[in-house]
């Protein structure tokens, strides 16, 4: 298994919800995102779920795992982020050499059901799928970022 710093490996990435956890998955070259079924959070306490969401970055063989920050409009925090704070912190400890990183998704959800609407989707769909495409939308983010900030080689 690739540790985070050692190259290339899979990236795992979450849309923390109420009800489900939305999931994402890249390639092995942390290139592209594609949606995983959803984790149902139901009324699982913070470790809890913190211990199935590690089962599955271990299981997927994850090296880094972006949790999605949902920031208020403003950019400030609200309860909604230190919920996303505390859920990390408590991932952390349970997966040693993966790195956990948040990340902002603003609006990701909202830009899921915009879309979603816009294709005719039916709402009961809508509601099974929102989740885990808005992980993708958090992961492609995360990933194009990075790729954005990587310094580039000329070929002589």
């Known amino acids: 298994?690739?540790?985070a710093g050692s190259g290339p490996g899979r990236?795992?990435?979450l849309d923390l919800g109420d009800v489900r956890i939305g999931l994402a998955l890249s390639d092995p070259l942390g290139i592209t995102a594609q949606p995983l079924p959803h984790l149902t959070a139901g009324k699982l306490g913070t470790r809890?779920?913190?211990g199935k969401v590690a089962q599955e970055a271990r299981r997927r063989e994850a090296v880094e795992v972006v949790i999605g920050l949902p920031l208020l409009l403003s950019g400030e925090e609200g309860v909604r982020a230190e919920k996303a704070r505390e859920f990390a912190e408590t991932l952390q400890p349970m997966l040693p050499g993966v790195v956990v990183h948040?990340?902002?998704e603003r609006?990701?959800?909202?830009e899921v059901e915009r879309v979603m609407i816009a294709g005719n989707v039916r709402r009961d769909r809508r509601r099974q799928k929102v989740?885990?495409?808005?992980?993708?939308?958090i992961l492609q983010g995360f990933m194009d970022a990075r790729s954005a900030a990587a310094p580039t080689r000329s070929v002589p």
């Open 1 to 3: 298994m690739n540790r």
């Open 11 to 13: 990236i795992l990435a």
């Open 48 to 50: 809890r779920l913190a």
């Open 102 to 104: 948040l990340w902002d």
């Open 107 to 110: 609006l990701s959800t909202v």
């Open 131 to 137: 989740d885990s495409l808005a992980a993708v939308l």
